[in-house]
């Protein structure tokens, strides 16, 4: 079955920018959802932004300022700017093995998760 390794977490500074990646191993369909999740300090869980079926989703939290892309089928970006306090997180990556999955920030959606990748942002 596929793993999922994030990377490019790191602690930076208020409006700063960081590019988390999502390395997929296994066979991974180009047609499959990838989305990227959070967990915040309290224990929130949160759908971050989501592609798959020619489509993106973005939480309203973080639209205009997250940007998600796929490289190729095992290969998934987030490039995230203007960075707040409140996007301290835990990120995480998942893939769906739904079919005919559309771009979906549900997380029962998603069937494989990697570990997280730590952002943090100081004011």
């Known amino acids: 079955q596929p793993q999922l390794v994030a990377s490019g977490g790191d602690s930076v500074q208020a409006g700063g920018s960081l590019r988390l990646s999502c390395a997929a191993s296994g066979h991974v369909p180009d047609t499959s959802c990838m989305g990227w999740f959070r967990q915040f300090p309290g224990g929130e869980f949160e759908g971050v932004a989501g592609?798959?079926?020619?489509?993106i989703a973005y939480a309203d939290s973080v639209k205009g300022r997250f940007t998600i892309s796929r490289g190729d089928a095992k290969n998934l970006y987030l490039q995230m700017n203007t960075l707040s306090p409140e996007d301290t997180a835990m990120y995480s990556c998942?893939?769906?093995?739904?079919?005919?999955?559309?771009?979906?920030?549900?997380?029962?959606?998603?069937?494989?998760w990697g570990q997280g990748t730590q952002v943090n942002v100081s004011s």
């Open positions: 998942a893939l769906s093995r739904r079919p005919g999955c559309i771009a979906t920030l549900v997380p029962s959606d998603y069937t494989y």
């Open positions: 592609t798959g079926g020619g489509r």
